[in-house]
């Protein structure tokens, strides 16, 4: 039985004969771009506001100059910069100063590399580590059985006050890197400017998700 919610990740159809890319196109039961035409609207409106109109045209200007040879048609595309070059190019498209950073310890040393990086290419940097403020972890009502270090005095991850730090700072862009899962969820929730997110922890596959994910059916089958 089809579902009535949207499940768009298990659409059979091939992507060019699907109707979000190709006008009437083919379609399931619960397509949202045939089930919800009310929304399209809305998120038209959103799109006309000032505080996002230019912000959404520069992102897609973006995605076309993460491509090249698009001039020799689509079978010849290529892709042509690394995520770290195309935050460096979106700052540039959207005129942006001063940038924030939220890290994680674990990747301290990759921190100051991307920090290096952009202020070589003169953006002011403000750069936050996830156990700013030395708050215990016992205020989480954690024990020292929590702790990864155990029966140890150890500082809690504390994302809230990494975002009200670059609020406070006026960042005008935000980049996360390597927080942990639910961690970046509350920056990304009390961060006052818009987010992006250059690199997600992954601790066994060294911040390289998608592995686990293209060997669902093979190494790590033991998942499913």
């Known amino acids: 039985m089809q579902p009535s919610n949207p499940t768009c990740a ?7 004969e699907r109707i979000c890319r190709t006008e009437g196109g083919r379609h399931p039961e619960n397509c949202p771009t ?3 035409p009310e929304l399209i609207e809305e998120s038209r409106a959103e799109y006309a506001k000032s505080e996002n109109a230019e912000f959404a045209r520069q992102a897609s200007l973006q995605e076309r100059d993460g491509y090249a040879n698009r001039e020799l048609g689509y079978a010849k595309v290529r892709p042509a910069k690394p995520r770290i070059e195309e935050i460096l190019d979106f700052i540039g498209k959207m ?7 939220a890290f994680c310890l674990g990747l301290r040393n990759e921190a100051k590399i991307v920090e290096r ?25 954690l024990t020292d059985q929590d702790k990864i270090s155990v029966c ?17 700072e006026q960042t005008e862009f935000n980049i996360l890197l390597g927080l942990c899962v639910g961690h970046d969820s509350l920056f ?16 066994v596959t060294g911040h390289n998700p998608l592995a686990a994910v293209y060997t669902l059916d093979s190494y790590y089958r033991a998942l499913k």
Do not use: W
């Open 117 to 141: 990086f952009f202020k070589n290419h003169g953006i002011e940097m403000v750069s936050v580590i996830c156990k700013v403020g030395r708050i215990p972890k016992e205020e989480l009502g």
């Open 188 to 203: 990304l929730k009390y961060a006052e400017a818009p987010c992006t997110v250059l690199a997600v922890k992954d601790r």
């Open 34 to 36: 045939v089930r919800k």
């Open 95 to 101: 005129g942006y100063k001063k940038v924030g950073m």
């Open 152 to 168: 140890t005095f150890e500082t809690m991850c504390n994302p809230i006050l990494q975002a009200q730090v670059l609020n406070s």
């Open 10 to 16: 298990a659409c059979s159809f091939k992507p060019d």
